[in-house]
C-alpha cells in the first residue's frame, strides 16, 4: 500500500508560478515512478510529467519549458514547479503511482489561474 498526498496548490494570475508537492509513504520502496495528471472541468484526465527512481523525465508536449518535475528522493517527495502559468492549466492536479499493476492516486490539489 502506498499513500500520496498533493499539496501547494491555489490561485494564481496568468503569467505565475506555483510549486506542487507530492508526498509518498507506506511501501514506497516499490516505487519505480512518479507521474503527475491534471483533470480539468469536463475534459478527461491527462498525464503532464513523470519523473522514474533514476531521473528520467517526460512531459506532456503542452507543459514542456513552462513545468520541471523533481525529486530528491522520487520514493518520498516529488515536485512539479509550474511557471508561466495559463488559464488552461487551470484543474485538479493528482500524483500517481503505479505498483505491481495497482494505480495509487492521492486527493488531488486544485489549480486555478486567471487570466
Known amino acids: 500500500q502506498v499513500q500520496l498526498v498533493e499539496s501547494g496548490g491555489g490561485l494564481v494570475q496568468a503569467g505565475g508560478s506555483l510549486r506542487l508537492s507530492c508526498t509518498a509513504s507506506?511501501?514506497?520502496?516499490?516505487?519505480?515512478?512518479i507521474n503527475w495528471y491534471r483533470q480539468a472541468p469536463g475534459k478527461q484526465r491527462e498525464l503532464v510529467a513523470t519523473?522514474?527512481?533514476?531521473?528520467?523525465?517526460n512531459y506532456a508536449d503542452s507543459v514542456k519549458g513552462r513545468f520541471t518535475i523533481s525529486g530528491e528522493n522520487v520514493k518520498k517527495t516529488v515536485y512539479l514547479q509550474m511557471n508561466s502559468l495559463k488559464p488552461e492549466d487551470t484543474a485538479i492536479y493528482y500524483c500517481?503511482?503505479?505498483?505491481?499493476?495497482?494505480?495509487?492516486w492521492g486527493q488531488g490539489t486544485q489549480v486555478t489561474v486567471s487570466s
Open positions: 500517481n503511482t503505479i505498483i505491481r499493476n495497482i494505480r495509487y
Open positions: 507506506g511501501s514506497i520502496f516499490s516505487i519505480y515512478a
Open positions: 519523473i522514474t527512481s533514476g531521473g528520467a523525465t
